[in-house]
């Protein structure tokens, strides 16, 4: 059988001996999470990609000291590759947990990144794990399993890009608790940067204030603007000897569009910036 969430796909970590993830925190999302934790609440994150959604559930797995099972969803992710599948093993067919599966049976955080992607099973399979009950039904065993105390479901999706594409149904938001995740001010945006990759602050500022500007100029249409991530790329490759110039713009303005006159302009702009 083939399994449509590809290894590289799925992450599971254990943070008990791992080095801190770096996280700036920009507001109360750090006790929101811990109390939607100790109440076993969903959480929900939303926002723009590259806005530190991934590396604020990293740092908090790390905080509460608990597993983390991150699932990239996909337009093929479906509720059988979240709850697990019958498998052939050598001369016999064996049940296979699936990610969803492992984290409830043993109190692991599970992290569903872009949940709207994924097919609407899934949505279905989840919804008995969002309220008072907190079990997962398995049809192929016809099995009812509760949740483990600390298993806690989070999940993101970025409303901008899923609006009048893919949407969470409000049946389904109801049941979390929601936090919107933007780009950092100016100032913490510049420290994420420095702490990083270890690029020169004065440099880190110039990042910084093209991706403003750039995430300022709503008439020229892109579907997505400068993410932090795409900051901290750049910050690598000016690091490694990368002249900046070159860098802007096959870090930062080339991955935003194939528009040659979009692309264009924002060279120019970032010509003059830097």
Avoid at 4 to 29: F, L, R
């Amino acid at each position: 059988m083939v399994n449509t969430i590809e290894e590289k796909e799925i992450h599971m970590t254990s943070n008990t001996k791992t080095a801190v993830p770096y996280y700036k925190p920009v507001g109360k999302e750090i006790a929101i999470f811990k109390h939607s934790h100790n109440s076993k609440i969903p959480f929900l994150l939303k926002g723009p990609t590259g806005t530190g959604k991934s590396r604020f559930i990293e740092y908090m797995a790390h905080e509460l000291d608990q597993p983390l099972i991150t699932v990239s969803c996909h337009e093929e992710t479906s509720s059988t590759d979240l709850i697990g599948r019958y498998i052939i093993k050598g001369a016999e067919t064996v049940w296979m947990d699936g990610p969803l599966t492992m984290a409830v049976k043993t109190g692991a955080i599970l992290y569903l990144d872009e949940i709207a992607e994924a097919r609407p099973d899934v949505i279905v399979a989840i919804h008995s794990l969002t309220d008072h009950r907190r079990e997962l039904f398995i049809d192929k065993l016809g099995k009812i399993i509760k949740a483990h105390p600390d298993f806690m479901l989070v999940a993101s999706f970025n409303p901008g890009y899923q609006r009048g594409f893919k949407e969470l149904k409000p049946s389904t938001r109801q049941r979390f608790v929601a936090v919107s995740f933007n780009y950092p001010e100016a100032k913490i945006e510049t420290d994420i940067l420095v702490n990083e990759t270890n690029i020169l602050e004065a440099d880190a500022k110039k990042l910084v204030n093209i991706a403003n500007k750039i995430r300022n100029l709503t008439e020229l249409g892109l579907t997505e603007t400068v993410s932090t991530r795409l900051l901290v790329d750049a910050a690598k490759l000016i690091r490694s000897g990368l002249p900046k110039r070159l860098t802007v713009h096959v870090a930062v303005v080339e991955p935003l569009t194939d528009d040659v006159e979009v692309v264009s302009a924002l060279n120019d702009l970032c010509d003059l910036m830097i």
